[in-house]
């Protein structure tokens, strides 16, 4: 009997509680003005074990070891064009954090942009990192990790991942830092990941509930305006107590993802169908080329002729009608589609039909 009794107040207790299905305000929003800023730099990954460019393919790495080498004062010929097996000209891209300092480290990546078969084993060479205002703001240097491997054998080659692409675990050194105006004025700006007015009314009414009322107000279905203290140590403070406030986001729309590429499709919770009646089938149409001999007669003096003479066949699979009833689930969406064995085309082929019909209530977003 207590067994029965304990079961019963959990089970209450999951029915009743609003907290399972809450997200945190850091999880749905962001601060406006917190943002992270790309970088990106040229330079030369060297000490490769022959897999580097081909210098004759790709003459921007010899202008580069030409102009590096100038610059430790070795002056090549003009008419000398070193042939390089153990270099790659590379693109270093990197992501500038937020609040980084001077000194503070970041992960990059390193890509080959000649023909490089691989960077494995090789060093990046000190690179500047720009940013789109064309100051630089760290610098990249140091051994690659790849991931990828290309092995070849009796003229066949095998090639596992990418082995033309490499990351270096904290590669590159901050060397100037983004102004932020996250200390200015007298209000944060909270902005939605995915903007939903029901979603932003919820947010400013879980903060009113929390911080007293007037605190926010919504701005628009993506942005939320919050009074915030102007000291910088009060603020972050509040920063970090406003992010973790649980609240219940507003549902998704009705909509249908389809991936033309992939044949991947995506349908939402909320997507409903009118009373309406589908079939669907496919005519499969096989020809077999084949060829008839016609030799002449006897005496005729005439000579052997090939004919041309395909075979055709043509099949229909069966074609099952299903019925949707008014306002049907996601549930009997796919279970009824299931039965018809539709295969991916099909569904798409289906749901379009019935967007094109209007009993579809939901929108159709082909990627």
Known sequence: MNKLRLFVLILISIIFSSEAWADRIKDLASVAGVRSNPLVGYGLVVGLDGSGDQTSQTPFTVQSIKSMLAQFGITLPPDVSPQLKNVAAVTVQAELPAFIKPGQKMDVTVSSIGNAK???????????????????????QGNLVVSGFGAAADGSRVTVNIPSTGRIPNGATVERTVMSDFNKGS????????PDFTTANRLSMAINKKLGEGSAEPVDGSTVKVMAPRQSSQRVAFISVLEN??????????????????????????VKVTASAVSHGSLTVKIQP?????????????QTVATPSPQIDIEMEDSRMFKFDPGVSLDEIVRA?????AAPGDLVAILEALKEAGSLKAELIVI
């Open 290 to 302: 084949a060829t008839e001999v016609s030799q002449p007669g006897a005496l005729s003096q005439g």
């Open 118 to 140: 691989s960077l494995r084993g090789g060093s990046l060479i000190m690179t500047p990192l720009k940013a789109a205002d064309g100051n630089i703001y760290a610098i990249a």
């Open 187 to 194: 209000n944060v700006f909270l902005n939605l990941h995915s």
């Open 245 to 270: 406030i649980e609240m219940e986001p507003g549902e998704a729309s009705a909509k249908i993802i389809i991936n033309s590429r992939t044949g991947t499709v995506v349908i939402g919770s909320h």
């Open 337 to 341: 589609i299931n039965q018809v064995g």
